[in-house]
């Protein structure tokens, strides 16, 4: 009988000799993979124009409805996004949302991501919908609106912007991924660091 | 088309197998359509003669060498059609094929993305993958503004020519053309002037890509978003049927609804680019009550309690008469009938109206002809350019009466001599006269001239606003009764009535309706100032609402359901295309319950059917015409 | 100390409610209290109120009522795991009475055959008790926006915390736990709620 015993309680006694798993978790933070689809930034070209050109597909691709955009014409001398169009609101329920992933899937100008961020909870419901200024990658010292391209850091002029006139069709919405800019701070990067 | 004698002999001819009967004369593509089969097509529309310039339509005919263009070959006894076979395929991939070469990629910025013909037809017979670079494509100008409402993008263009041909066929204005030869062909204004047509908003509607798009609607919202619904153009009395395009309870376009009989799916300008005027947000929302001189929000039944307590008040102190009844030609027939029912029947007062302006000596005579049956007529004649500055669309009709079937269009000034017009009319036929109502009289003059000259003649004539001629029908006049019926007392015209309150003879108003007829006019100010009581119910805010003394919010016309009557007599329905901000119940409903408040019960449930059905006894004349038929007056009635 | 516990505790929601105070910056601390601890504090004397023990007590021992009620309760679970350790809030206790617990995690989609349930429970459960909402079914009826799920577990009982996600992530049940302990803690004890 003893024996049995001590034969039992040898994976209790080994384990008690291990490190514990347990996550230490608001301390300490699982790398997320770089794949999770938490909560969605909308990202910026390197000049600090927005990627999202108001198409709606990511709403369209929705299979819950939690997205709503209303776009608006650019306007040529301040434009917020390159090309014609652009998001003038553009809005998330995260509640509603399923994170799938769809309308990073069908965003055409890989403006919409999901992000790593998980911490999501909150008190209000009505804090749940993330409007584009909480979505919106930071840029710091840049406010299109104000601004204007000129200063940016060389990056689509709004006169050859990749979907308005002129030559450039490398763009946004040109389906090569050799052609798109690059993207700089896309998904994944940081691993667990929130980028906003 | 085929006509009563060539009914008889029909032509047979199979489709994939399918065997239709077609009038001889039929092009294929149609003949395919009534067997059930699509055959996909950019430049051929409906409206417009065939060109095949496309080449998308292609289909094998057995006994031809070649694939045969179904929107310009006409049908033969004994045709073999086939649209499915590989040849067919191949020709359409390689078709796609080549409009994609040049076409930019643009859809998630194109307004048309969703409802476009060229992404619609890539999806179901294009080749799936581009063989050449993107880099490589030729390009245009985009985003050039041909005009305040027009945008053009000459790479998404596939010179389909279906704009060149609208302006060549159907407004004769020839604006658009194309210009440079092959790869460089574009479309473009001569010299890129800006487009004076008044019919700019067909052109999105007809291309079949985004090349030609809406400035007004540029970027508003995307097909998916919007609720559609049919409904009626709420611009002028000629009645267009549209489609109300909606996202989140704003109008965001007005789309064509083709009814042969009424506009030949073309709309004006102003009709179409018209309706911000209903998105407006200076709205009444909330039933209001003065209460000890002080104005303020009171519930829905409160206020009709209010309201029916002060007219009642003022008609027991003062008699009937001294309540004046204002409605409006934007109400619908339901509203009319009950607004007339409920001033006559349960206020009692015969001072009832829906315009500024007195409105004497009209009969349905006056509306005999119909809109499409111009085009039965040897000879048109315009009394001046008022009917087409009212109603633009009917410039399309008279041009298609005049160049596609070659009649005879007589524009005379508004003083003209009838027996010299006579004189250049043909020696025999039916001679349409067209005429706004402001010039009836000359027009019935006119009329009865021809008739003594031995001509068969009948007039048209054009009213003001989108519901003038229901107002007319159903007697919101004060001179006729419902089915212009004679009173035995007439009451006051609008401006009359007015006066009357002005010089203090009428005590209450009971005004319904947006009343833009009347807030325009000082005289309507002062009344409301005189006047003990003023019950308003309307949908904007303005002098009437500021002036009541108990509100009730009203709907626009977009709100509403029930029907109109356009100029013609012919009773279409308006459907709730948005829903208001607020929940209190329609106008068709106010009135009915005010009526009750009054003691005096409509005896059906205020909804537009059966309340329909209650005036359709009042007025035999639009029995079962709610569906979109012409009421129809015995002669002489 | 001039002051008698019992006296601040009842003082404190006195003076909230007479807006003779802000809402404390930090949770269960307010100004007046903070300069008489840090007063005691200079003398080596640790001094607490008994609103704030209540609080601690109650933030610190949260015992779930089981309700999962789909795919979130999966995560639900894997977050009182030796990985998550739901344990370490104290809330690792999931009891399958309601009498026994003050916390009800609404797990997944409630339908509207479950929503009278789901009240009946929460009415079951002694004061003071909690409600997170988790997931995006509970939050709002998620992708189910049909007749048969209620649209947001909100519209049967009062929900304290709601976490998106479909599911959520244990961290996310964590996380919402965490900021129900923030939200406990700053809870007047005798249970004035927001």
Not at chain 2, 40 to 68: F, I, N, S, T
Not at chain 2, 86 to 115: A, M, S, T, W, Y
Not at chain 2, 294 to 308: F, H, K, P
Not at chain 2, 583 to 610: C, E, H, K, M
Request: glycine share 10%.
């Amino acid at each position: 009988m003893f024996r049995e015993m001590v034969g039992g309680l040898r994976i209790t006694l080994r384990e008690m000799m291990t490190k514990p798993i347990t996550i230490q978790y608001p301390e300490e933070q699982r790398p997320v993979p770089p794949r999770h689809r938490g909560r969605h930034i909308l990202h910026r070209y390197d000049n600090g124009l927005e990627k999202c050109i108001g198409c709606e597909l990511c709403a369209g691709a929705c299979p819950v409805g939690c997205i709503y955009v209303q776009a608006a014409e650019n306007d040529p001398q301040h434009p917020v996004s390159p090309g014609e169009r652009y998001a003038v609101r553009y809005e998330i329920n995260l509640m509603r949302c399923i994170y799938c992933g769809y309308c990073a899937e069908a965003c055409p100008t890989e403006a919409i991501t999901l992000g790593p961020r998980l911490d999501l909870a909150d008190y209000k419901r009505e804090r749940l919908v993330a409007t584009k200024d909480d979505l919106l990658e930071a840029w710091p010292g840049f406010h299109p609106m104000a601004q204007g391209v000129a200063e940016g850091r060389g990056a689509p002029a709004p006169q050859t912007s990749p979907l308005g006139a002129g030559s450039s069709h490398q763009g946004p919405a040109g389906s090569a991924p050799g052609l798109r800019p690059p993207i700089p701070g896309s998904r994944g990067s940081g691993g667990g660091a929130a980028p906003i | 088309m085929a006509d009563a004698s060539t009914v008889a002999e029909l032509v047979n001819i199979s489709v994939d197998g399918r065997p239709v009967e077609v009038p001889p004369g039929t092009l294929v593509w149609d003949a395919c359509e009534k067997a059930g089969i699509f055959v996909p097509v950019y430049c051929a529309h409906k409206k417009l003669e065939p060109v095949a310039v496309c080449r998308m339509c292609l289909v094998e005919v057995e006994g031809l060498p070649k694939l045969q263009p179904a929107c310009a070959t006409r049908v033969a006894p004994g045709m073999v059609v086939r649209t499915q076979t590989e040849q067919v395929r191949k020709f359409r991939d390689g078709n796609l094929e080549f409009l994609l070469l040049n076409h930019p990629l643009d859809c998630p910025v194109c307004d048309r993305g969703g409802e476009c013909d060229l992404q619609d037809f890539t999806q179901r017979y294009g080749p799936g993958r581009a063989r050449s670079s993107i880099t490589e494509k030729v390009h245009f100008d985009k985003a050039v503004k041909l005009s305040d409402k027009i945008m053009l993008d000459q790479e998404r263009c596939i010179l389909c020519w279906r704009c060149v041909r609208y302006y060549e066929e159907i407004t004769g204005e020839r604006e658009i053309v194309l210009q440079e030869r092959g790869v460089h062909t574009v479309v473009d204004s001569f010299e890129r002037q800006p487009l004076q047509s008044q019919f700019q908003g067909n052109l999105p509607e007809i291309c079949p890509v985004g090349a030609l798009t809406h400035r007004q609607y540029r970027f508003r919202a995307r097909p998916w978003d919007l609720r559609r619904t049919a409904s009626v153009c709420s611009h002028c009395s000629y009645g267009c049927n549209i489609f109300v395009d909606a996202r989140e309870e704003q109008i965001a376009r007005y789309a064509s609804n083709d009814n042969p009989e009424v506009d030949d799916s073309w709309l004006c300008d102003q009709g179409r680019y018209g309706f911000p005027e209903l998105n407006r947000p200076e709205r009444v929302i909330n039933p209001e009550a003065r209460v000890g001189g002080l104005r303020q929000a009171v519930s829905y039944q409160d206020a009709v309690a209010r309201a029916a307590g002060a007219l009642l008040r003022v008609r027991g102190d003062h008699g009937g008469t001294s309540v004046g009844v204002l409605g409006s030609p934007r109400m619908t027939n339901e509203e009319a009938f009950v607004l007339q029912w409920l001033a006559r029947e349960v206020i009692a007062t015969p001072h009832v109206d829906h315009r500024y302006e007195p409105l004497e000596g009209i009969s349905p005579e006056q509306f005999r002809l119909g809109i499409a049956e111009l085009e039965g007529c040897d000879a048109v004649v315009v009394i001046g350019d008022r009917p087409e500055r009212l109603s633009p669309v009917l410039t399309l009709r008279l041009y298609k009466v005049a160049n596609k079937l070659g009649r005879q269009i007589l524009r005379v000034p508004e003083t003209f001599s009838a027996a010299q017009v006579v004189k250049q009319l043909p020696a025999a036929g039916r001679i349409g006269i067209v005429a706004a109502q402001a010039d009836r009289a000359a027009a019935m003059g006119l009329r009865a001239k021809a008739g003594s000259a031995g001509r068969e003649a009948a007039v048209l004539t054009i009213t003001e606003a989108v519901n003038s001629r229901g107002c007319q029908d159903l007697g919101l006049l004060p001179n006729v009764g419902p089915g212009y019926r004679s009173l035995e007392h007439s009451g006051l015209f609008g401006r009359q009535l007015l006066e009357a309150a002005v010089a203090g003879q009428i005590k209450a108003l009971l005004v319904v309706g947006d009343g833009a007829d009347f807030e325009a006019e000082g005289l309507f100010h002062e009344a409301l100032a005189k006047v003990d009581v003023a019950v308003v119910v309307t949908a904007w805010q303005g002098v009437a609402s500021r002036a009541a003394t108990v509100l009730l919010p009203g709907r626009t016309i977009a709100e509403k359901a029930g029907t109109v009557t356009n100029t013609e007599g012919r009773v279409q329905r308006v459907r709730t295309a948005v829903e208001p901000k607020f929940t209190f119940p329609s106008d068709l409903r106010i009135l009915g319950d005010l009526a009750a408040g009054l003691g005096s019960d409509l005896g059906v449930q205020a909804l537009a059917a059966p309340v329909f059905e209650l005036l359709a006894a009042a007025v035999p004349a639009y029995r079962g015409c709610q569906a979109g038929l012409r009421a129809h007056w015995e002669p002489g009635s | 100390m001039g002051l008698s516990t019992r006296d601040e505790v009842l003082a404190v929601p006195r003076l909230l409610r007479a807006g003779g105070l802000q809402a404390p910056a930090l949770p269960g601390v307010i100004p007046a209290e903070r300069d008489l601890a840090d007063a005691a504090a200079q003398e080596g004397i640790f001094a607490t109120t008994v609103g704030k023990v209540i609080a601690w007590g109650r933030y610190s021992s949260l015992w779930p009522a089981t309700f999962g009620l789909a795919c979130c309760a999966i995560e639900m679970m894997a977050a009182s795991n030796a990985r998550f350790d739901l344990a370490r809030f104290g809330a690792e206790v999931f009891r399958a009475s309601p009498r026994q617990s003050d916390l009800m995690i609404v797990a997944g989609r409630v339908s509207q055959k479950m929503g009278p349930v789901l009240r009946q429970i929460y009415d079951q459960m002694p004061d003071p008790k909690w409600v997170i909402s988790m997931g995006a079914c509970a939050s709002c009826g998620g992708i189910f926006n049909n007749y048969a799920i209620i649209q947001g577990v909100d519209k049967v009982v009062p929900v304290d915390v709601y976490i998106p996600g479909c599911p959520p992530r244990p961290e996310g049940l964590l996380d919402a736990v965490i900021k129900l302990q923030k939200k406990i803690a700053a809870t007047p004890v005798n249970g004035i709620r927001e």
